[in-house]
């Protein structure tokens, strides 16, 4: 299963985006998926996962103001971000979950090419 990340860009702070992670090659709909994003200068962090069967979880950071969502029939696995900051720039990666945490980096793989956010302030 091959993904990719898109629907980045620039946006105002306290604006909304969407991303998208589109899979190919192979359904996905039995997988976890998971987002994450790396900002400059930091380490790559969890972001939104959500399971094959819809179980959703959230990093602190964007806790009720994202929605994790998906359409297997589509391939797609969005990630809406409301009310975002300056903060939460950074590149933004969805990966497919094999086990363990949703939140360690090492549990998953398939990692799509990553699309860059930048809110300005």
């Known amino acids: 299963v091959q993904l990719q990340a898109s629907g980045g860009g620039l946006v105002q702070a306290g604006g909304s985006l969407r991303l998208s992670c589109a899979a190919s090659?192979?359904?996905?709909?039995?997988?976890?998926v998971g987002w994450f994003r790396r900002a400059p200068g930091k380490e790559r962090e969890f972001v939104a996962g959500i399971s094959w069967i819809d179980g959703t979880v959230y990093a602190d950071s964007v806790k009720g103001r994202s929605t994790i969502s998906r359409d297997n029939a589509k391939n797609t696995v969005w990630l809406q971000m409301n009310r975002v900051n300056p903060e939460d720039t950074a590149i933004y990666y969805c990966?497919?979950?094999?086990?363990?945490?949703?939140?360690?980096?090492?549990?998953?793989?398939?990692w799509g090419q990553g699309t860059q956010v930048t809110v300005s302030s």
């Open positions: 990966a497919i979950r094999r086990i363990g945490s949703y939140y360690d980096t090492s549990n998953y793989d398939n």
């Open positions: 090659g192979r359904t996905f709909s039995r997988y976890d």
